[in-house]
């Protein structure tokens, strides 16, 4: 009986540490839908793309600058291809972390965005550039 109660037990602390896993499907579209938004220059509303903490440590007026000039130094995309996901956590939320190499006119950068879901939508938590030439 013992081992049946500590079975039970067990499975219950299990069960209720498991965190649901994101849709990646859902996490690439999000993405993928900022590139395009991006490379139009269509800025009107670029922040539904972002959580609220990332709206908050920065203005839309300031990300929409640097959109700006990044378009500017690298040029109209031209494709865009999805390397590499991974399940993570970030700020102790369920993540997927997803890097894409996106060929500009001008140069390829590789960028690499973390995901989450908030208030039931898939946003960006965090986003990182670089140039790869």
Known sequence: MKNVCLSIILISLVASCTKEKLDLTKAKTVVENLV??????????????????????????????????????????????????????????????????????????????TVIKEKGEYKIARQDIESVN
């Open 36 to 113: 395009n938004t991006t490379n139009k220059e269509d800025y009107k509303n670029i922040s539904q793309y972002y959580t609220d903490a990332l709206n908050e440590g920065e203005p839309e007026n300031v990300r929409i600058e640097k959109l700006q000039k990044l378009k500017l130094m690298l040029g109209n995309v031209e494709s865009v291809t999805m390397v590499s996901t991974s399940d993570t956590l970030y700020n102790d939320q369920v993540a997927l972390f997803l890097i894409y190499k996106i060929k500009h006119k001008k140069a390829t950068s590789t960028q690499q965005f």
